[in-house]
């Protein structure tokens, strides 16, 4: 068992079948890409269960997504089911040019902005806004963070602490953010995706980490 | 190079993104400065924390209806 030390992942394992998936899909990345391309094949063929196994194999990414996006629980609901839909009646017009999961991702940035621009009316929704100068990016605390802080804290209340940084930042920032460090694309990637320069994604990331780091460094600091 | 130097870079230098004598500068400085250090450090443990992906699980009653809704869509068009 691969978190046998860990009686949280195990009782988690063999319980939800996504969270297996996601973490076969970590601990053998190409293995995973064989298989997805597989389960790929099989969907695009009329295999209701293969498809399935894909939305196992995501779910968790595609509803955190969602979350980070819209920063909304019954929109990041609606993302969910919206693009796993959309994936399903687009299956047959996926090229595999890129991988499933980067596909899926991009069909969800869609929605999940589209609902964001619906809920809220005002300018800081555009993802193309410059920067807002607010004068040099400076970080302000610099104590150290008490060792495994997810661990002293609880999962429960880390997962809280860091959904409320997120949401704190501005929407041009978080999706950045979500899309390079929570979903793992590249630069060019997120660029591409959201329509912005290189230089532009740059910017963004590099305000947000700054500023969710200062936002953890309050809760997770020693002493 | 100062403190404000590699706070400007402190995103390419986590990324691994800068050349490398810029780099060896970086680190040359947070070598010798804690405050510098400490923001490195803890820099990297916030992008490390936000992609853990145990931390963050869908809830169950989110996971159910998402499966019922997408069993009863597409198996519906497949039949």
Known sequence: ?223 | MNCRDVFREISNYVDGDLDAELKRAIEAHACGCHHCEVVVDTTRKTIELYCDGRLFAIPLHVRQRLHATLRQKCQGKLS
Do not use: C
């Not at chain 1, 980067?102 to 800081?124: G, P």
């Not at chain 1, 953010?177 to 660029?191: P, Y």
């Open chain 1, 1 to 223: 068992m691969l978190d046998a030390q860990n009686s949280w992942n195990v009782e988690r394992w063999t319980r939800d079948p996504g969270f297996a998936a996601i973490v076969m899909s970590e601990v053998s990345p190409r293995a995973a890409e064989q298989s997805e391309s597989a389960l790929v094949t099989a969907a695009k063929a009329g295999n209701y269960d293969a498809f399935e196994q894909l939305v196992n194999r995501y779910e968790h990414k595609i509803y955190r997504l969602g979350l980070n996006i819209t920063g909304n629980p019954e929109d990041a609901e609606d993302v969910l089911q919206e693009a796993f839909l959309k994936a399903f009646e687009n299956l047959p017009r996926f090229r595999e040019d890129s991988r499933f999961y980067t596909w899926i991702v991009r069909i969800a940035v869609n929605q999940a902005l589209m609902k964001l621009r619906k809920r809220r009316t005002d300018r800081s929704v555009s993802l193309d806004d410059p920067i807002e100068e607010d004068g040099e990016v400076i970080p302000r605390d610099f104590a150290d963070w008490k060792p495994n802080p997810e661990q002293l804290l609880g999962r429960t209340e880390t997962r809280e602490v860091l959904e409320k940084a997120i949401q704190d930042l501005p929407p041009s920032f978080r999706t950045v953010f979500t899309l390079r460090d929570v979903e793992g694309l590249s630069t060019e990637e997120t660029a591409e995706m959201l329509g912005l320069t290189i230089s532009a994604v740059k910017a963004r990331l590099f305000r947000a980490r700054l500023r969710l780091r200062e936002e953890l460094s309050k809760v997770f600091k020693r002493g």
